[in-house]
């Protein structure tokens, strides 16, 4: 008789609330049962609420269990869980949970059904298809197909991936480099982290294809230090991925070499910066060049560079494997594809959720979110990062999409999705805004550096004024706003005042001021 599969998530976020522990009480107890059982450590469904979320394979598919923790363990064997049987934490098919059925799962297929070290789990559920189609092509027929798919950066910036990748293609020079961008650090976000523990193979594969499209044979991925697990998880797998002739020389009898390194950054939130990150990779400071020249004629060590963040690289493979014509079926207008959203803050369902363009705020936040956590009211949602706008309840219907948020004064950004109730303080909100630009300044750039201490002092005198004082204060802090926006040297103090702008805006209340008649939502 075959063993019974079960699967427990290697995640870090399973890991955080006991994941580690509850495996080893599955092995025991089915030790001591005498039952046989093959245990595989997954990557994370993004069903965060229920994690740790097992699953048990049957004839049916993979039934879910969760949150388990390691005194549900001995329940569930009485229940008969490795046969499917029920118990109040049994959720069905996994499949079958709304959440995962109501997706559109391209970049993260994958993530939560392998076991993300294993290279025949990859190459079972599609993996090297792409990488395999590219050694056949040229490198203008690869970056061809990147741009005709109209992917899109998913780092914040959104700029065409194919676009870039032809800018270095052309670019003279004998050393080209691939850096992927891992420095994950907007608050809220855990998509590329859940992607690195979950699926690295696809990170690694589109890594490949970029050097194979632009005539770069090494590599480099920047991951935040605050990210043990991924830096363990991708060092493994680049190991494994180049004993098995995927990574190095003559990959695959094809004549073509591609070297890949995991470096280490210190968790300065400039570094996610594409410049300020070239310049850590380099050993210097973490601080922003001027452009031009671009890092695309001027990148790593002066060569150029494609800089590309994690997700944007591992949803490669998928367009290479499956055509640009069938990625471009999802999205609408020019946002084509899909965006993972992680959904964070006062939410029932925290997680993440892969979604095509177009998806509406109110949608993530209820069909998948199911509400606030509180039981209050929602009151404000940040997208896009600590530098994102606030969006009000007026503005949770415009669909999500680059184009229809940038004529809102708001950014997709890389799709983190922060929501409160109505006891937050938006005044504080933009006022940490601020702080936290003038804490992770680099300050090469006045307008940064200078402009964001100005603007938490400003914003604490606008705290503290009466009635009288507080236009002057609010028209001071515009201005100053203004300033940052036109001039910084980087997007951390250009949209730093996006935050603040945005509460001044939708919630004046909380500022002091008299509320207007709404404006309609754009």
Request: hydrophobic letters at 40%.
């Amino acid at each position: 008789m075959n063993p019974i599969t079960v699967y427990v998530p290697r995640d870090t976020a399973a890991v955080a609330v006991g994941a580690d522990a509850v495996a080893q009480a599955i092995i025991a107890q089915a030790a001591a049962r005498g039952s046989e059982i093959r245990l595989v450590r997954n990557g994370s469904r993004g069903l965060l609420w229920l994690e740790p979320l097992v699953e048990v394979a049957s004839d049916s598919g993979r039934v879910a269990y969760g949150p388990v923790t390691v005194e549900d363990v001995p329940g569930l064997f009485e229940s008969g869980f490795l046969q499917g049987g029920n118990h109040p934490l049994c959720h069905g098919l996994t499949e079958e949970i709304p959440y995962l059925k109501k997706q559109e799962r391209l970049t993260f297929a994958r993530v939560g059904l392998t076991d993300p070290l294993s290279l025949d789990d990859y190459s079972a559920h599609g993996g090297w298809n792409g990488l395999q189609r590219a050694l056949a092509m040229t490198p203008e027929q690869i970056v061809g197909e990147v741009t005709q798919s109209g992917l899109r950066g998913r780092g914040g910036a959104a700029f065409p991936a194919g676009v870039k990748w032809r800018t270095v293609m052309q670019a003279a020079g004998e050393r080209k480099y691939i850096v992927c961008n891992a420095d994950e650090g907007d608050s809220g976000t855990f998509a590329d982290r859940m992607l690195m523990e979950g699926d690295p193979y696809s990170l690694i594969e589109g890594m490949v294809i970029a050097g194979l499209a632009v005539g770069a044979s090494h590599g480099y991925i920047y991951v935040r230090s605050e990210y043990p697990l991924a830096i363990a998880t991708l060092e493994e797998a680049v190991e494994r991925a180049t004993a098995a002739g995927w990574l190095g020389t003559n990959i695959q009898g094809s004549g073509q070499n591609f070297t890949l390194e995991v470096r280490k950054g210190a968790g300065a939130y400039i570094c996610g910066e594409e410049t300020s990150l070239l310049e850590s990779l380099e050993g210097k400071r973490g601080m922003v060049r001027a452009k031009p020249p671009l890092p695309a004629i001027a990148g790593l060590f002066g060569r150029p560079t494609v800089v590309n963040n994690v997700l944007t690289l591992a949803t490669v493979p998928v367009i290479l494997s499956r055509g640009a014509d069938f990625y471009r079926e999802f999205g609408m207008g020019r946002s084509l594809g899909t965006q993972p959203f992680q959904l964070a803050g006062n939410l029932k369902h925290g997680g993440l959720v892969e979604k095509a363009f177009g998806v509406t705020l109110r949608e993530l936040l209820f069909d998948f979110g199911g509400g606030s956590a509180s039981g209050w009211p929602l009151k404000a949602v940040q997208v896009g990062g600590p530098l994102g706008a606030w969006l009000p309840e007026s503005q949770w219907d415009i669909p999500l999409d680059y184009e229809s948020y940038a004529a809102a004064s708001a950014m997709v950004g890389h799709g983190g999705v922060v929501a409160f109730d109505d006891t937050v303080n938006m005044l504080r909100m933009a006022r940490y805004a601020m702080e936290f630009c003038a804490i992770e300044s680099c300050g090469k750039c006045t307008p940064c550096r200078i402009g964001s201490t100005r603007g938490v002092e400003t914003l604490d005198k606008l705290a503290a004024a009466n009635d009288t004082q507080r236009p002057a204060h609010v028209e001071l802090l515009q201005d100053l706003c203004d300033t940052m926006l036109g001039s910084s040297l980087c997007a951390l103090g250009g949209m730093a005042p996006y935050p603040v702008l945005s509460a001044l805006k939708h919630f004046p209340e909380d500022f002091g001021l008299a509320v207007t008649a709404a404006e309609p939502s754009a």
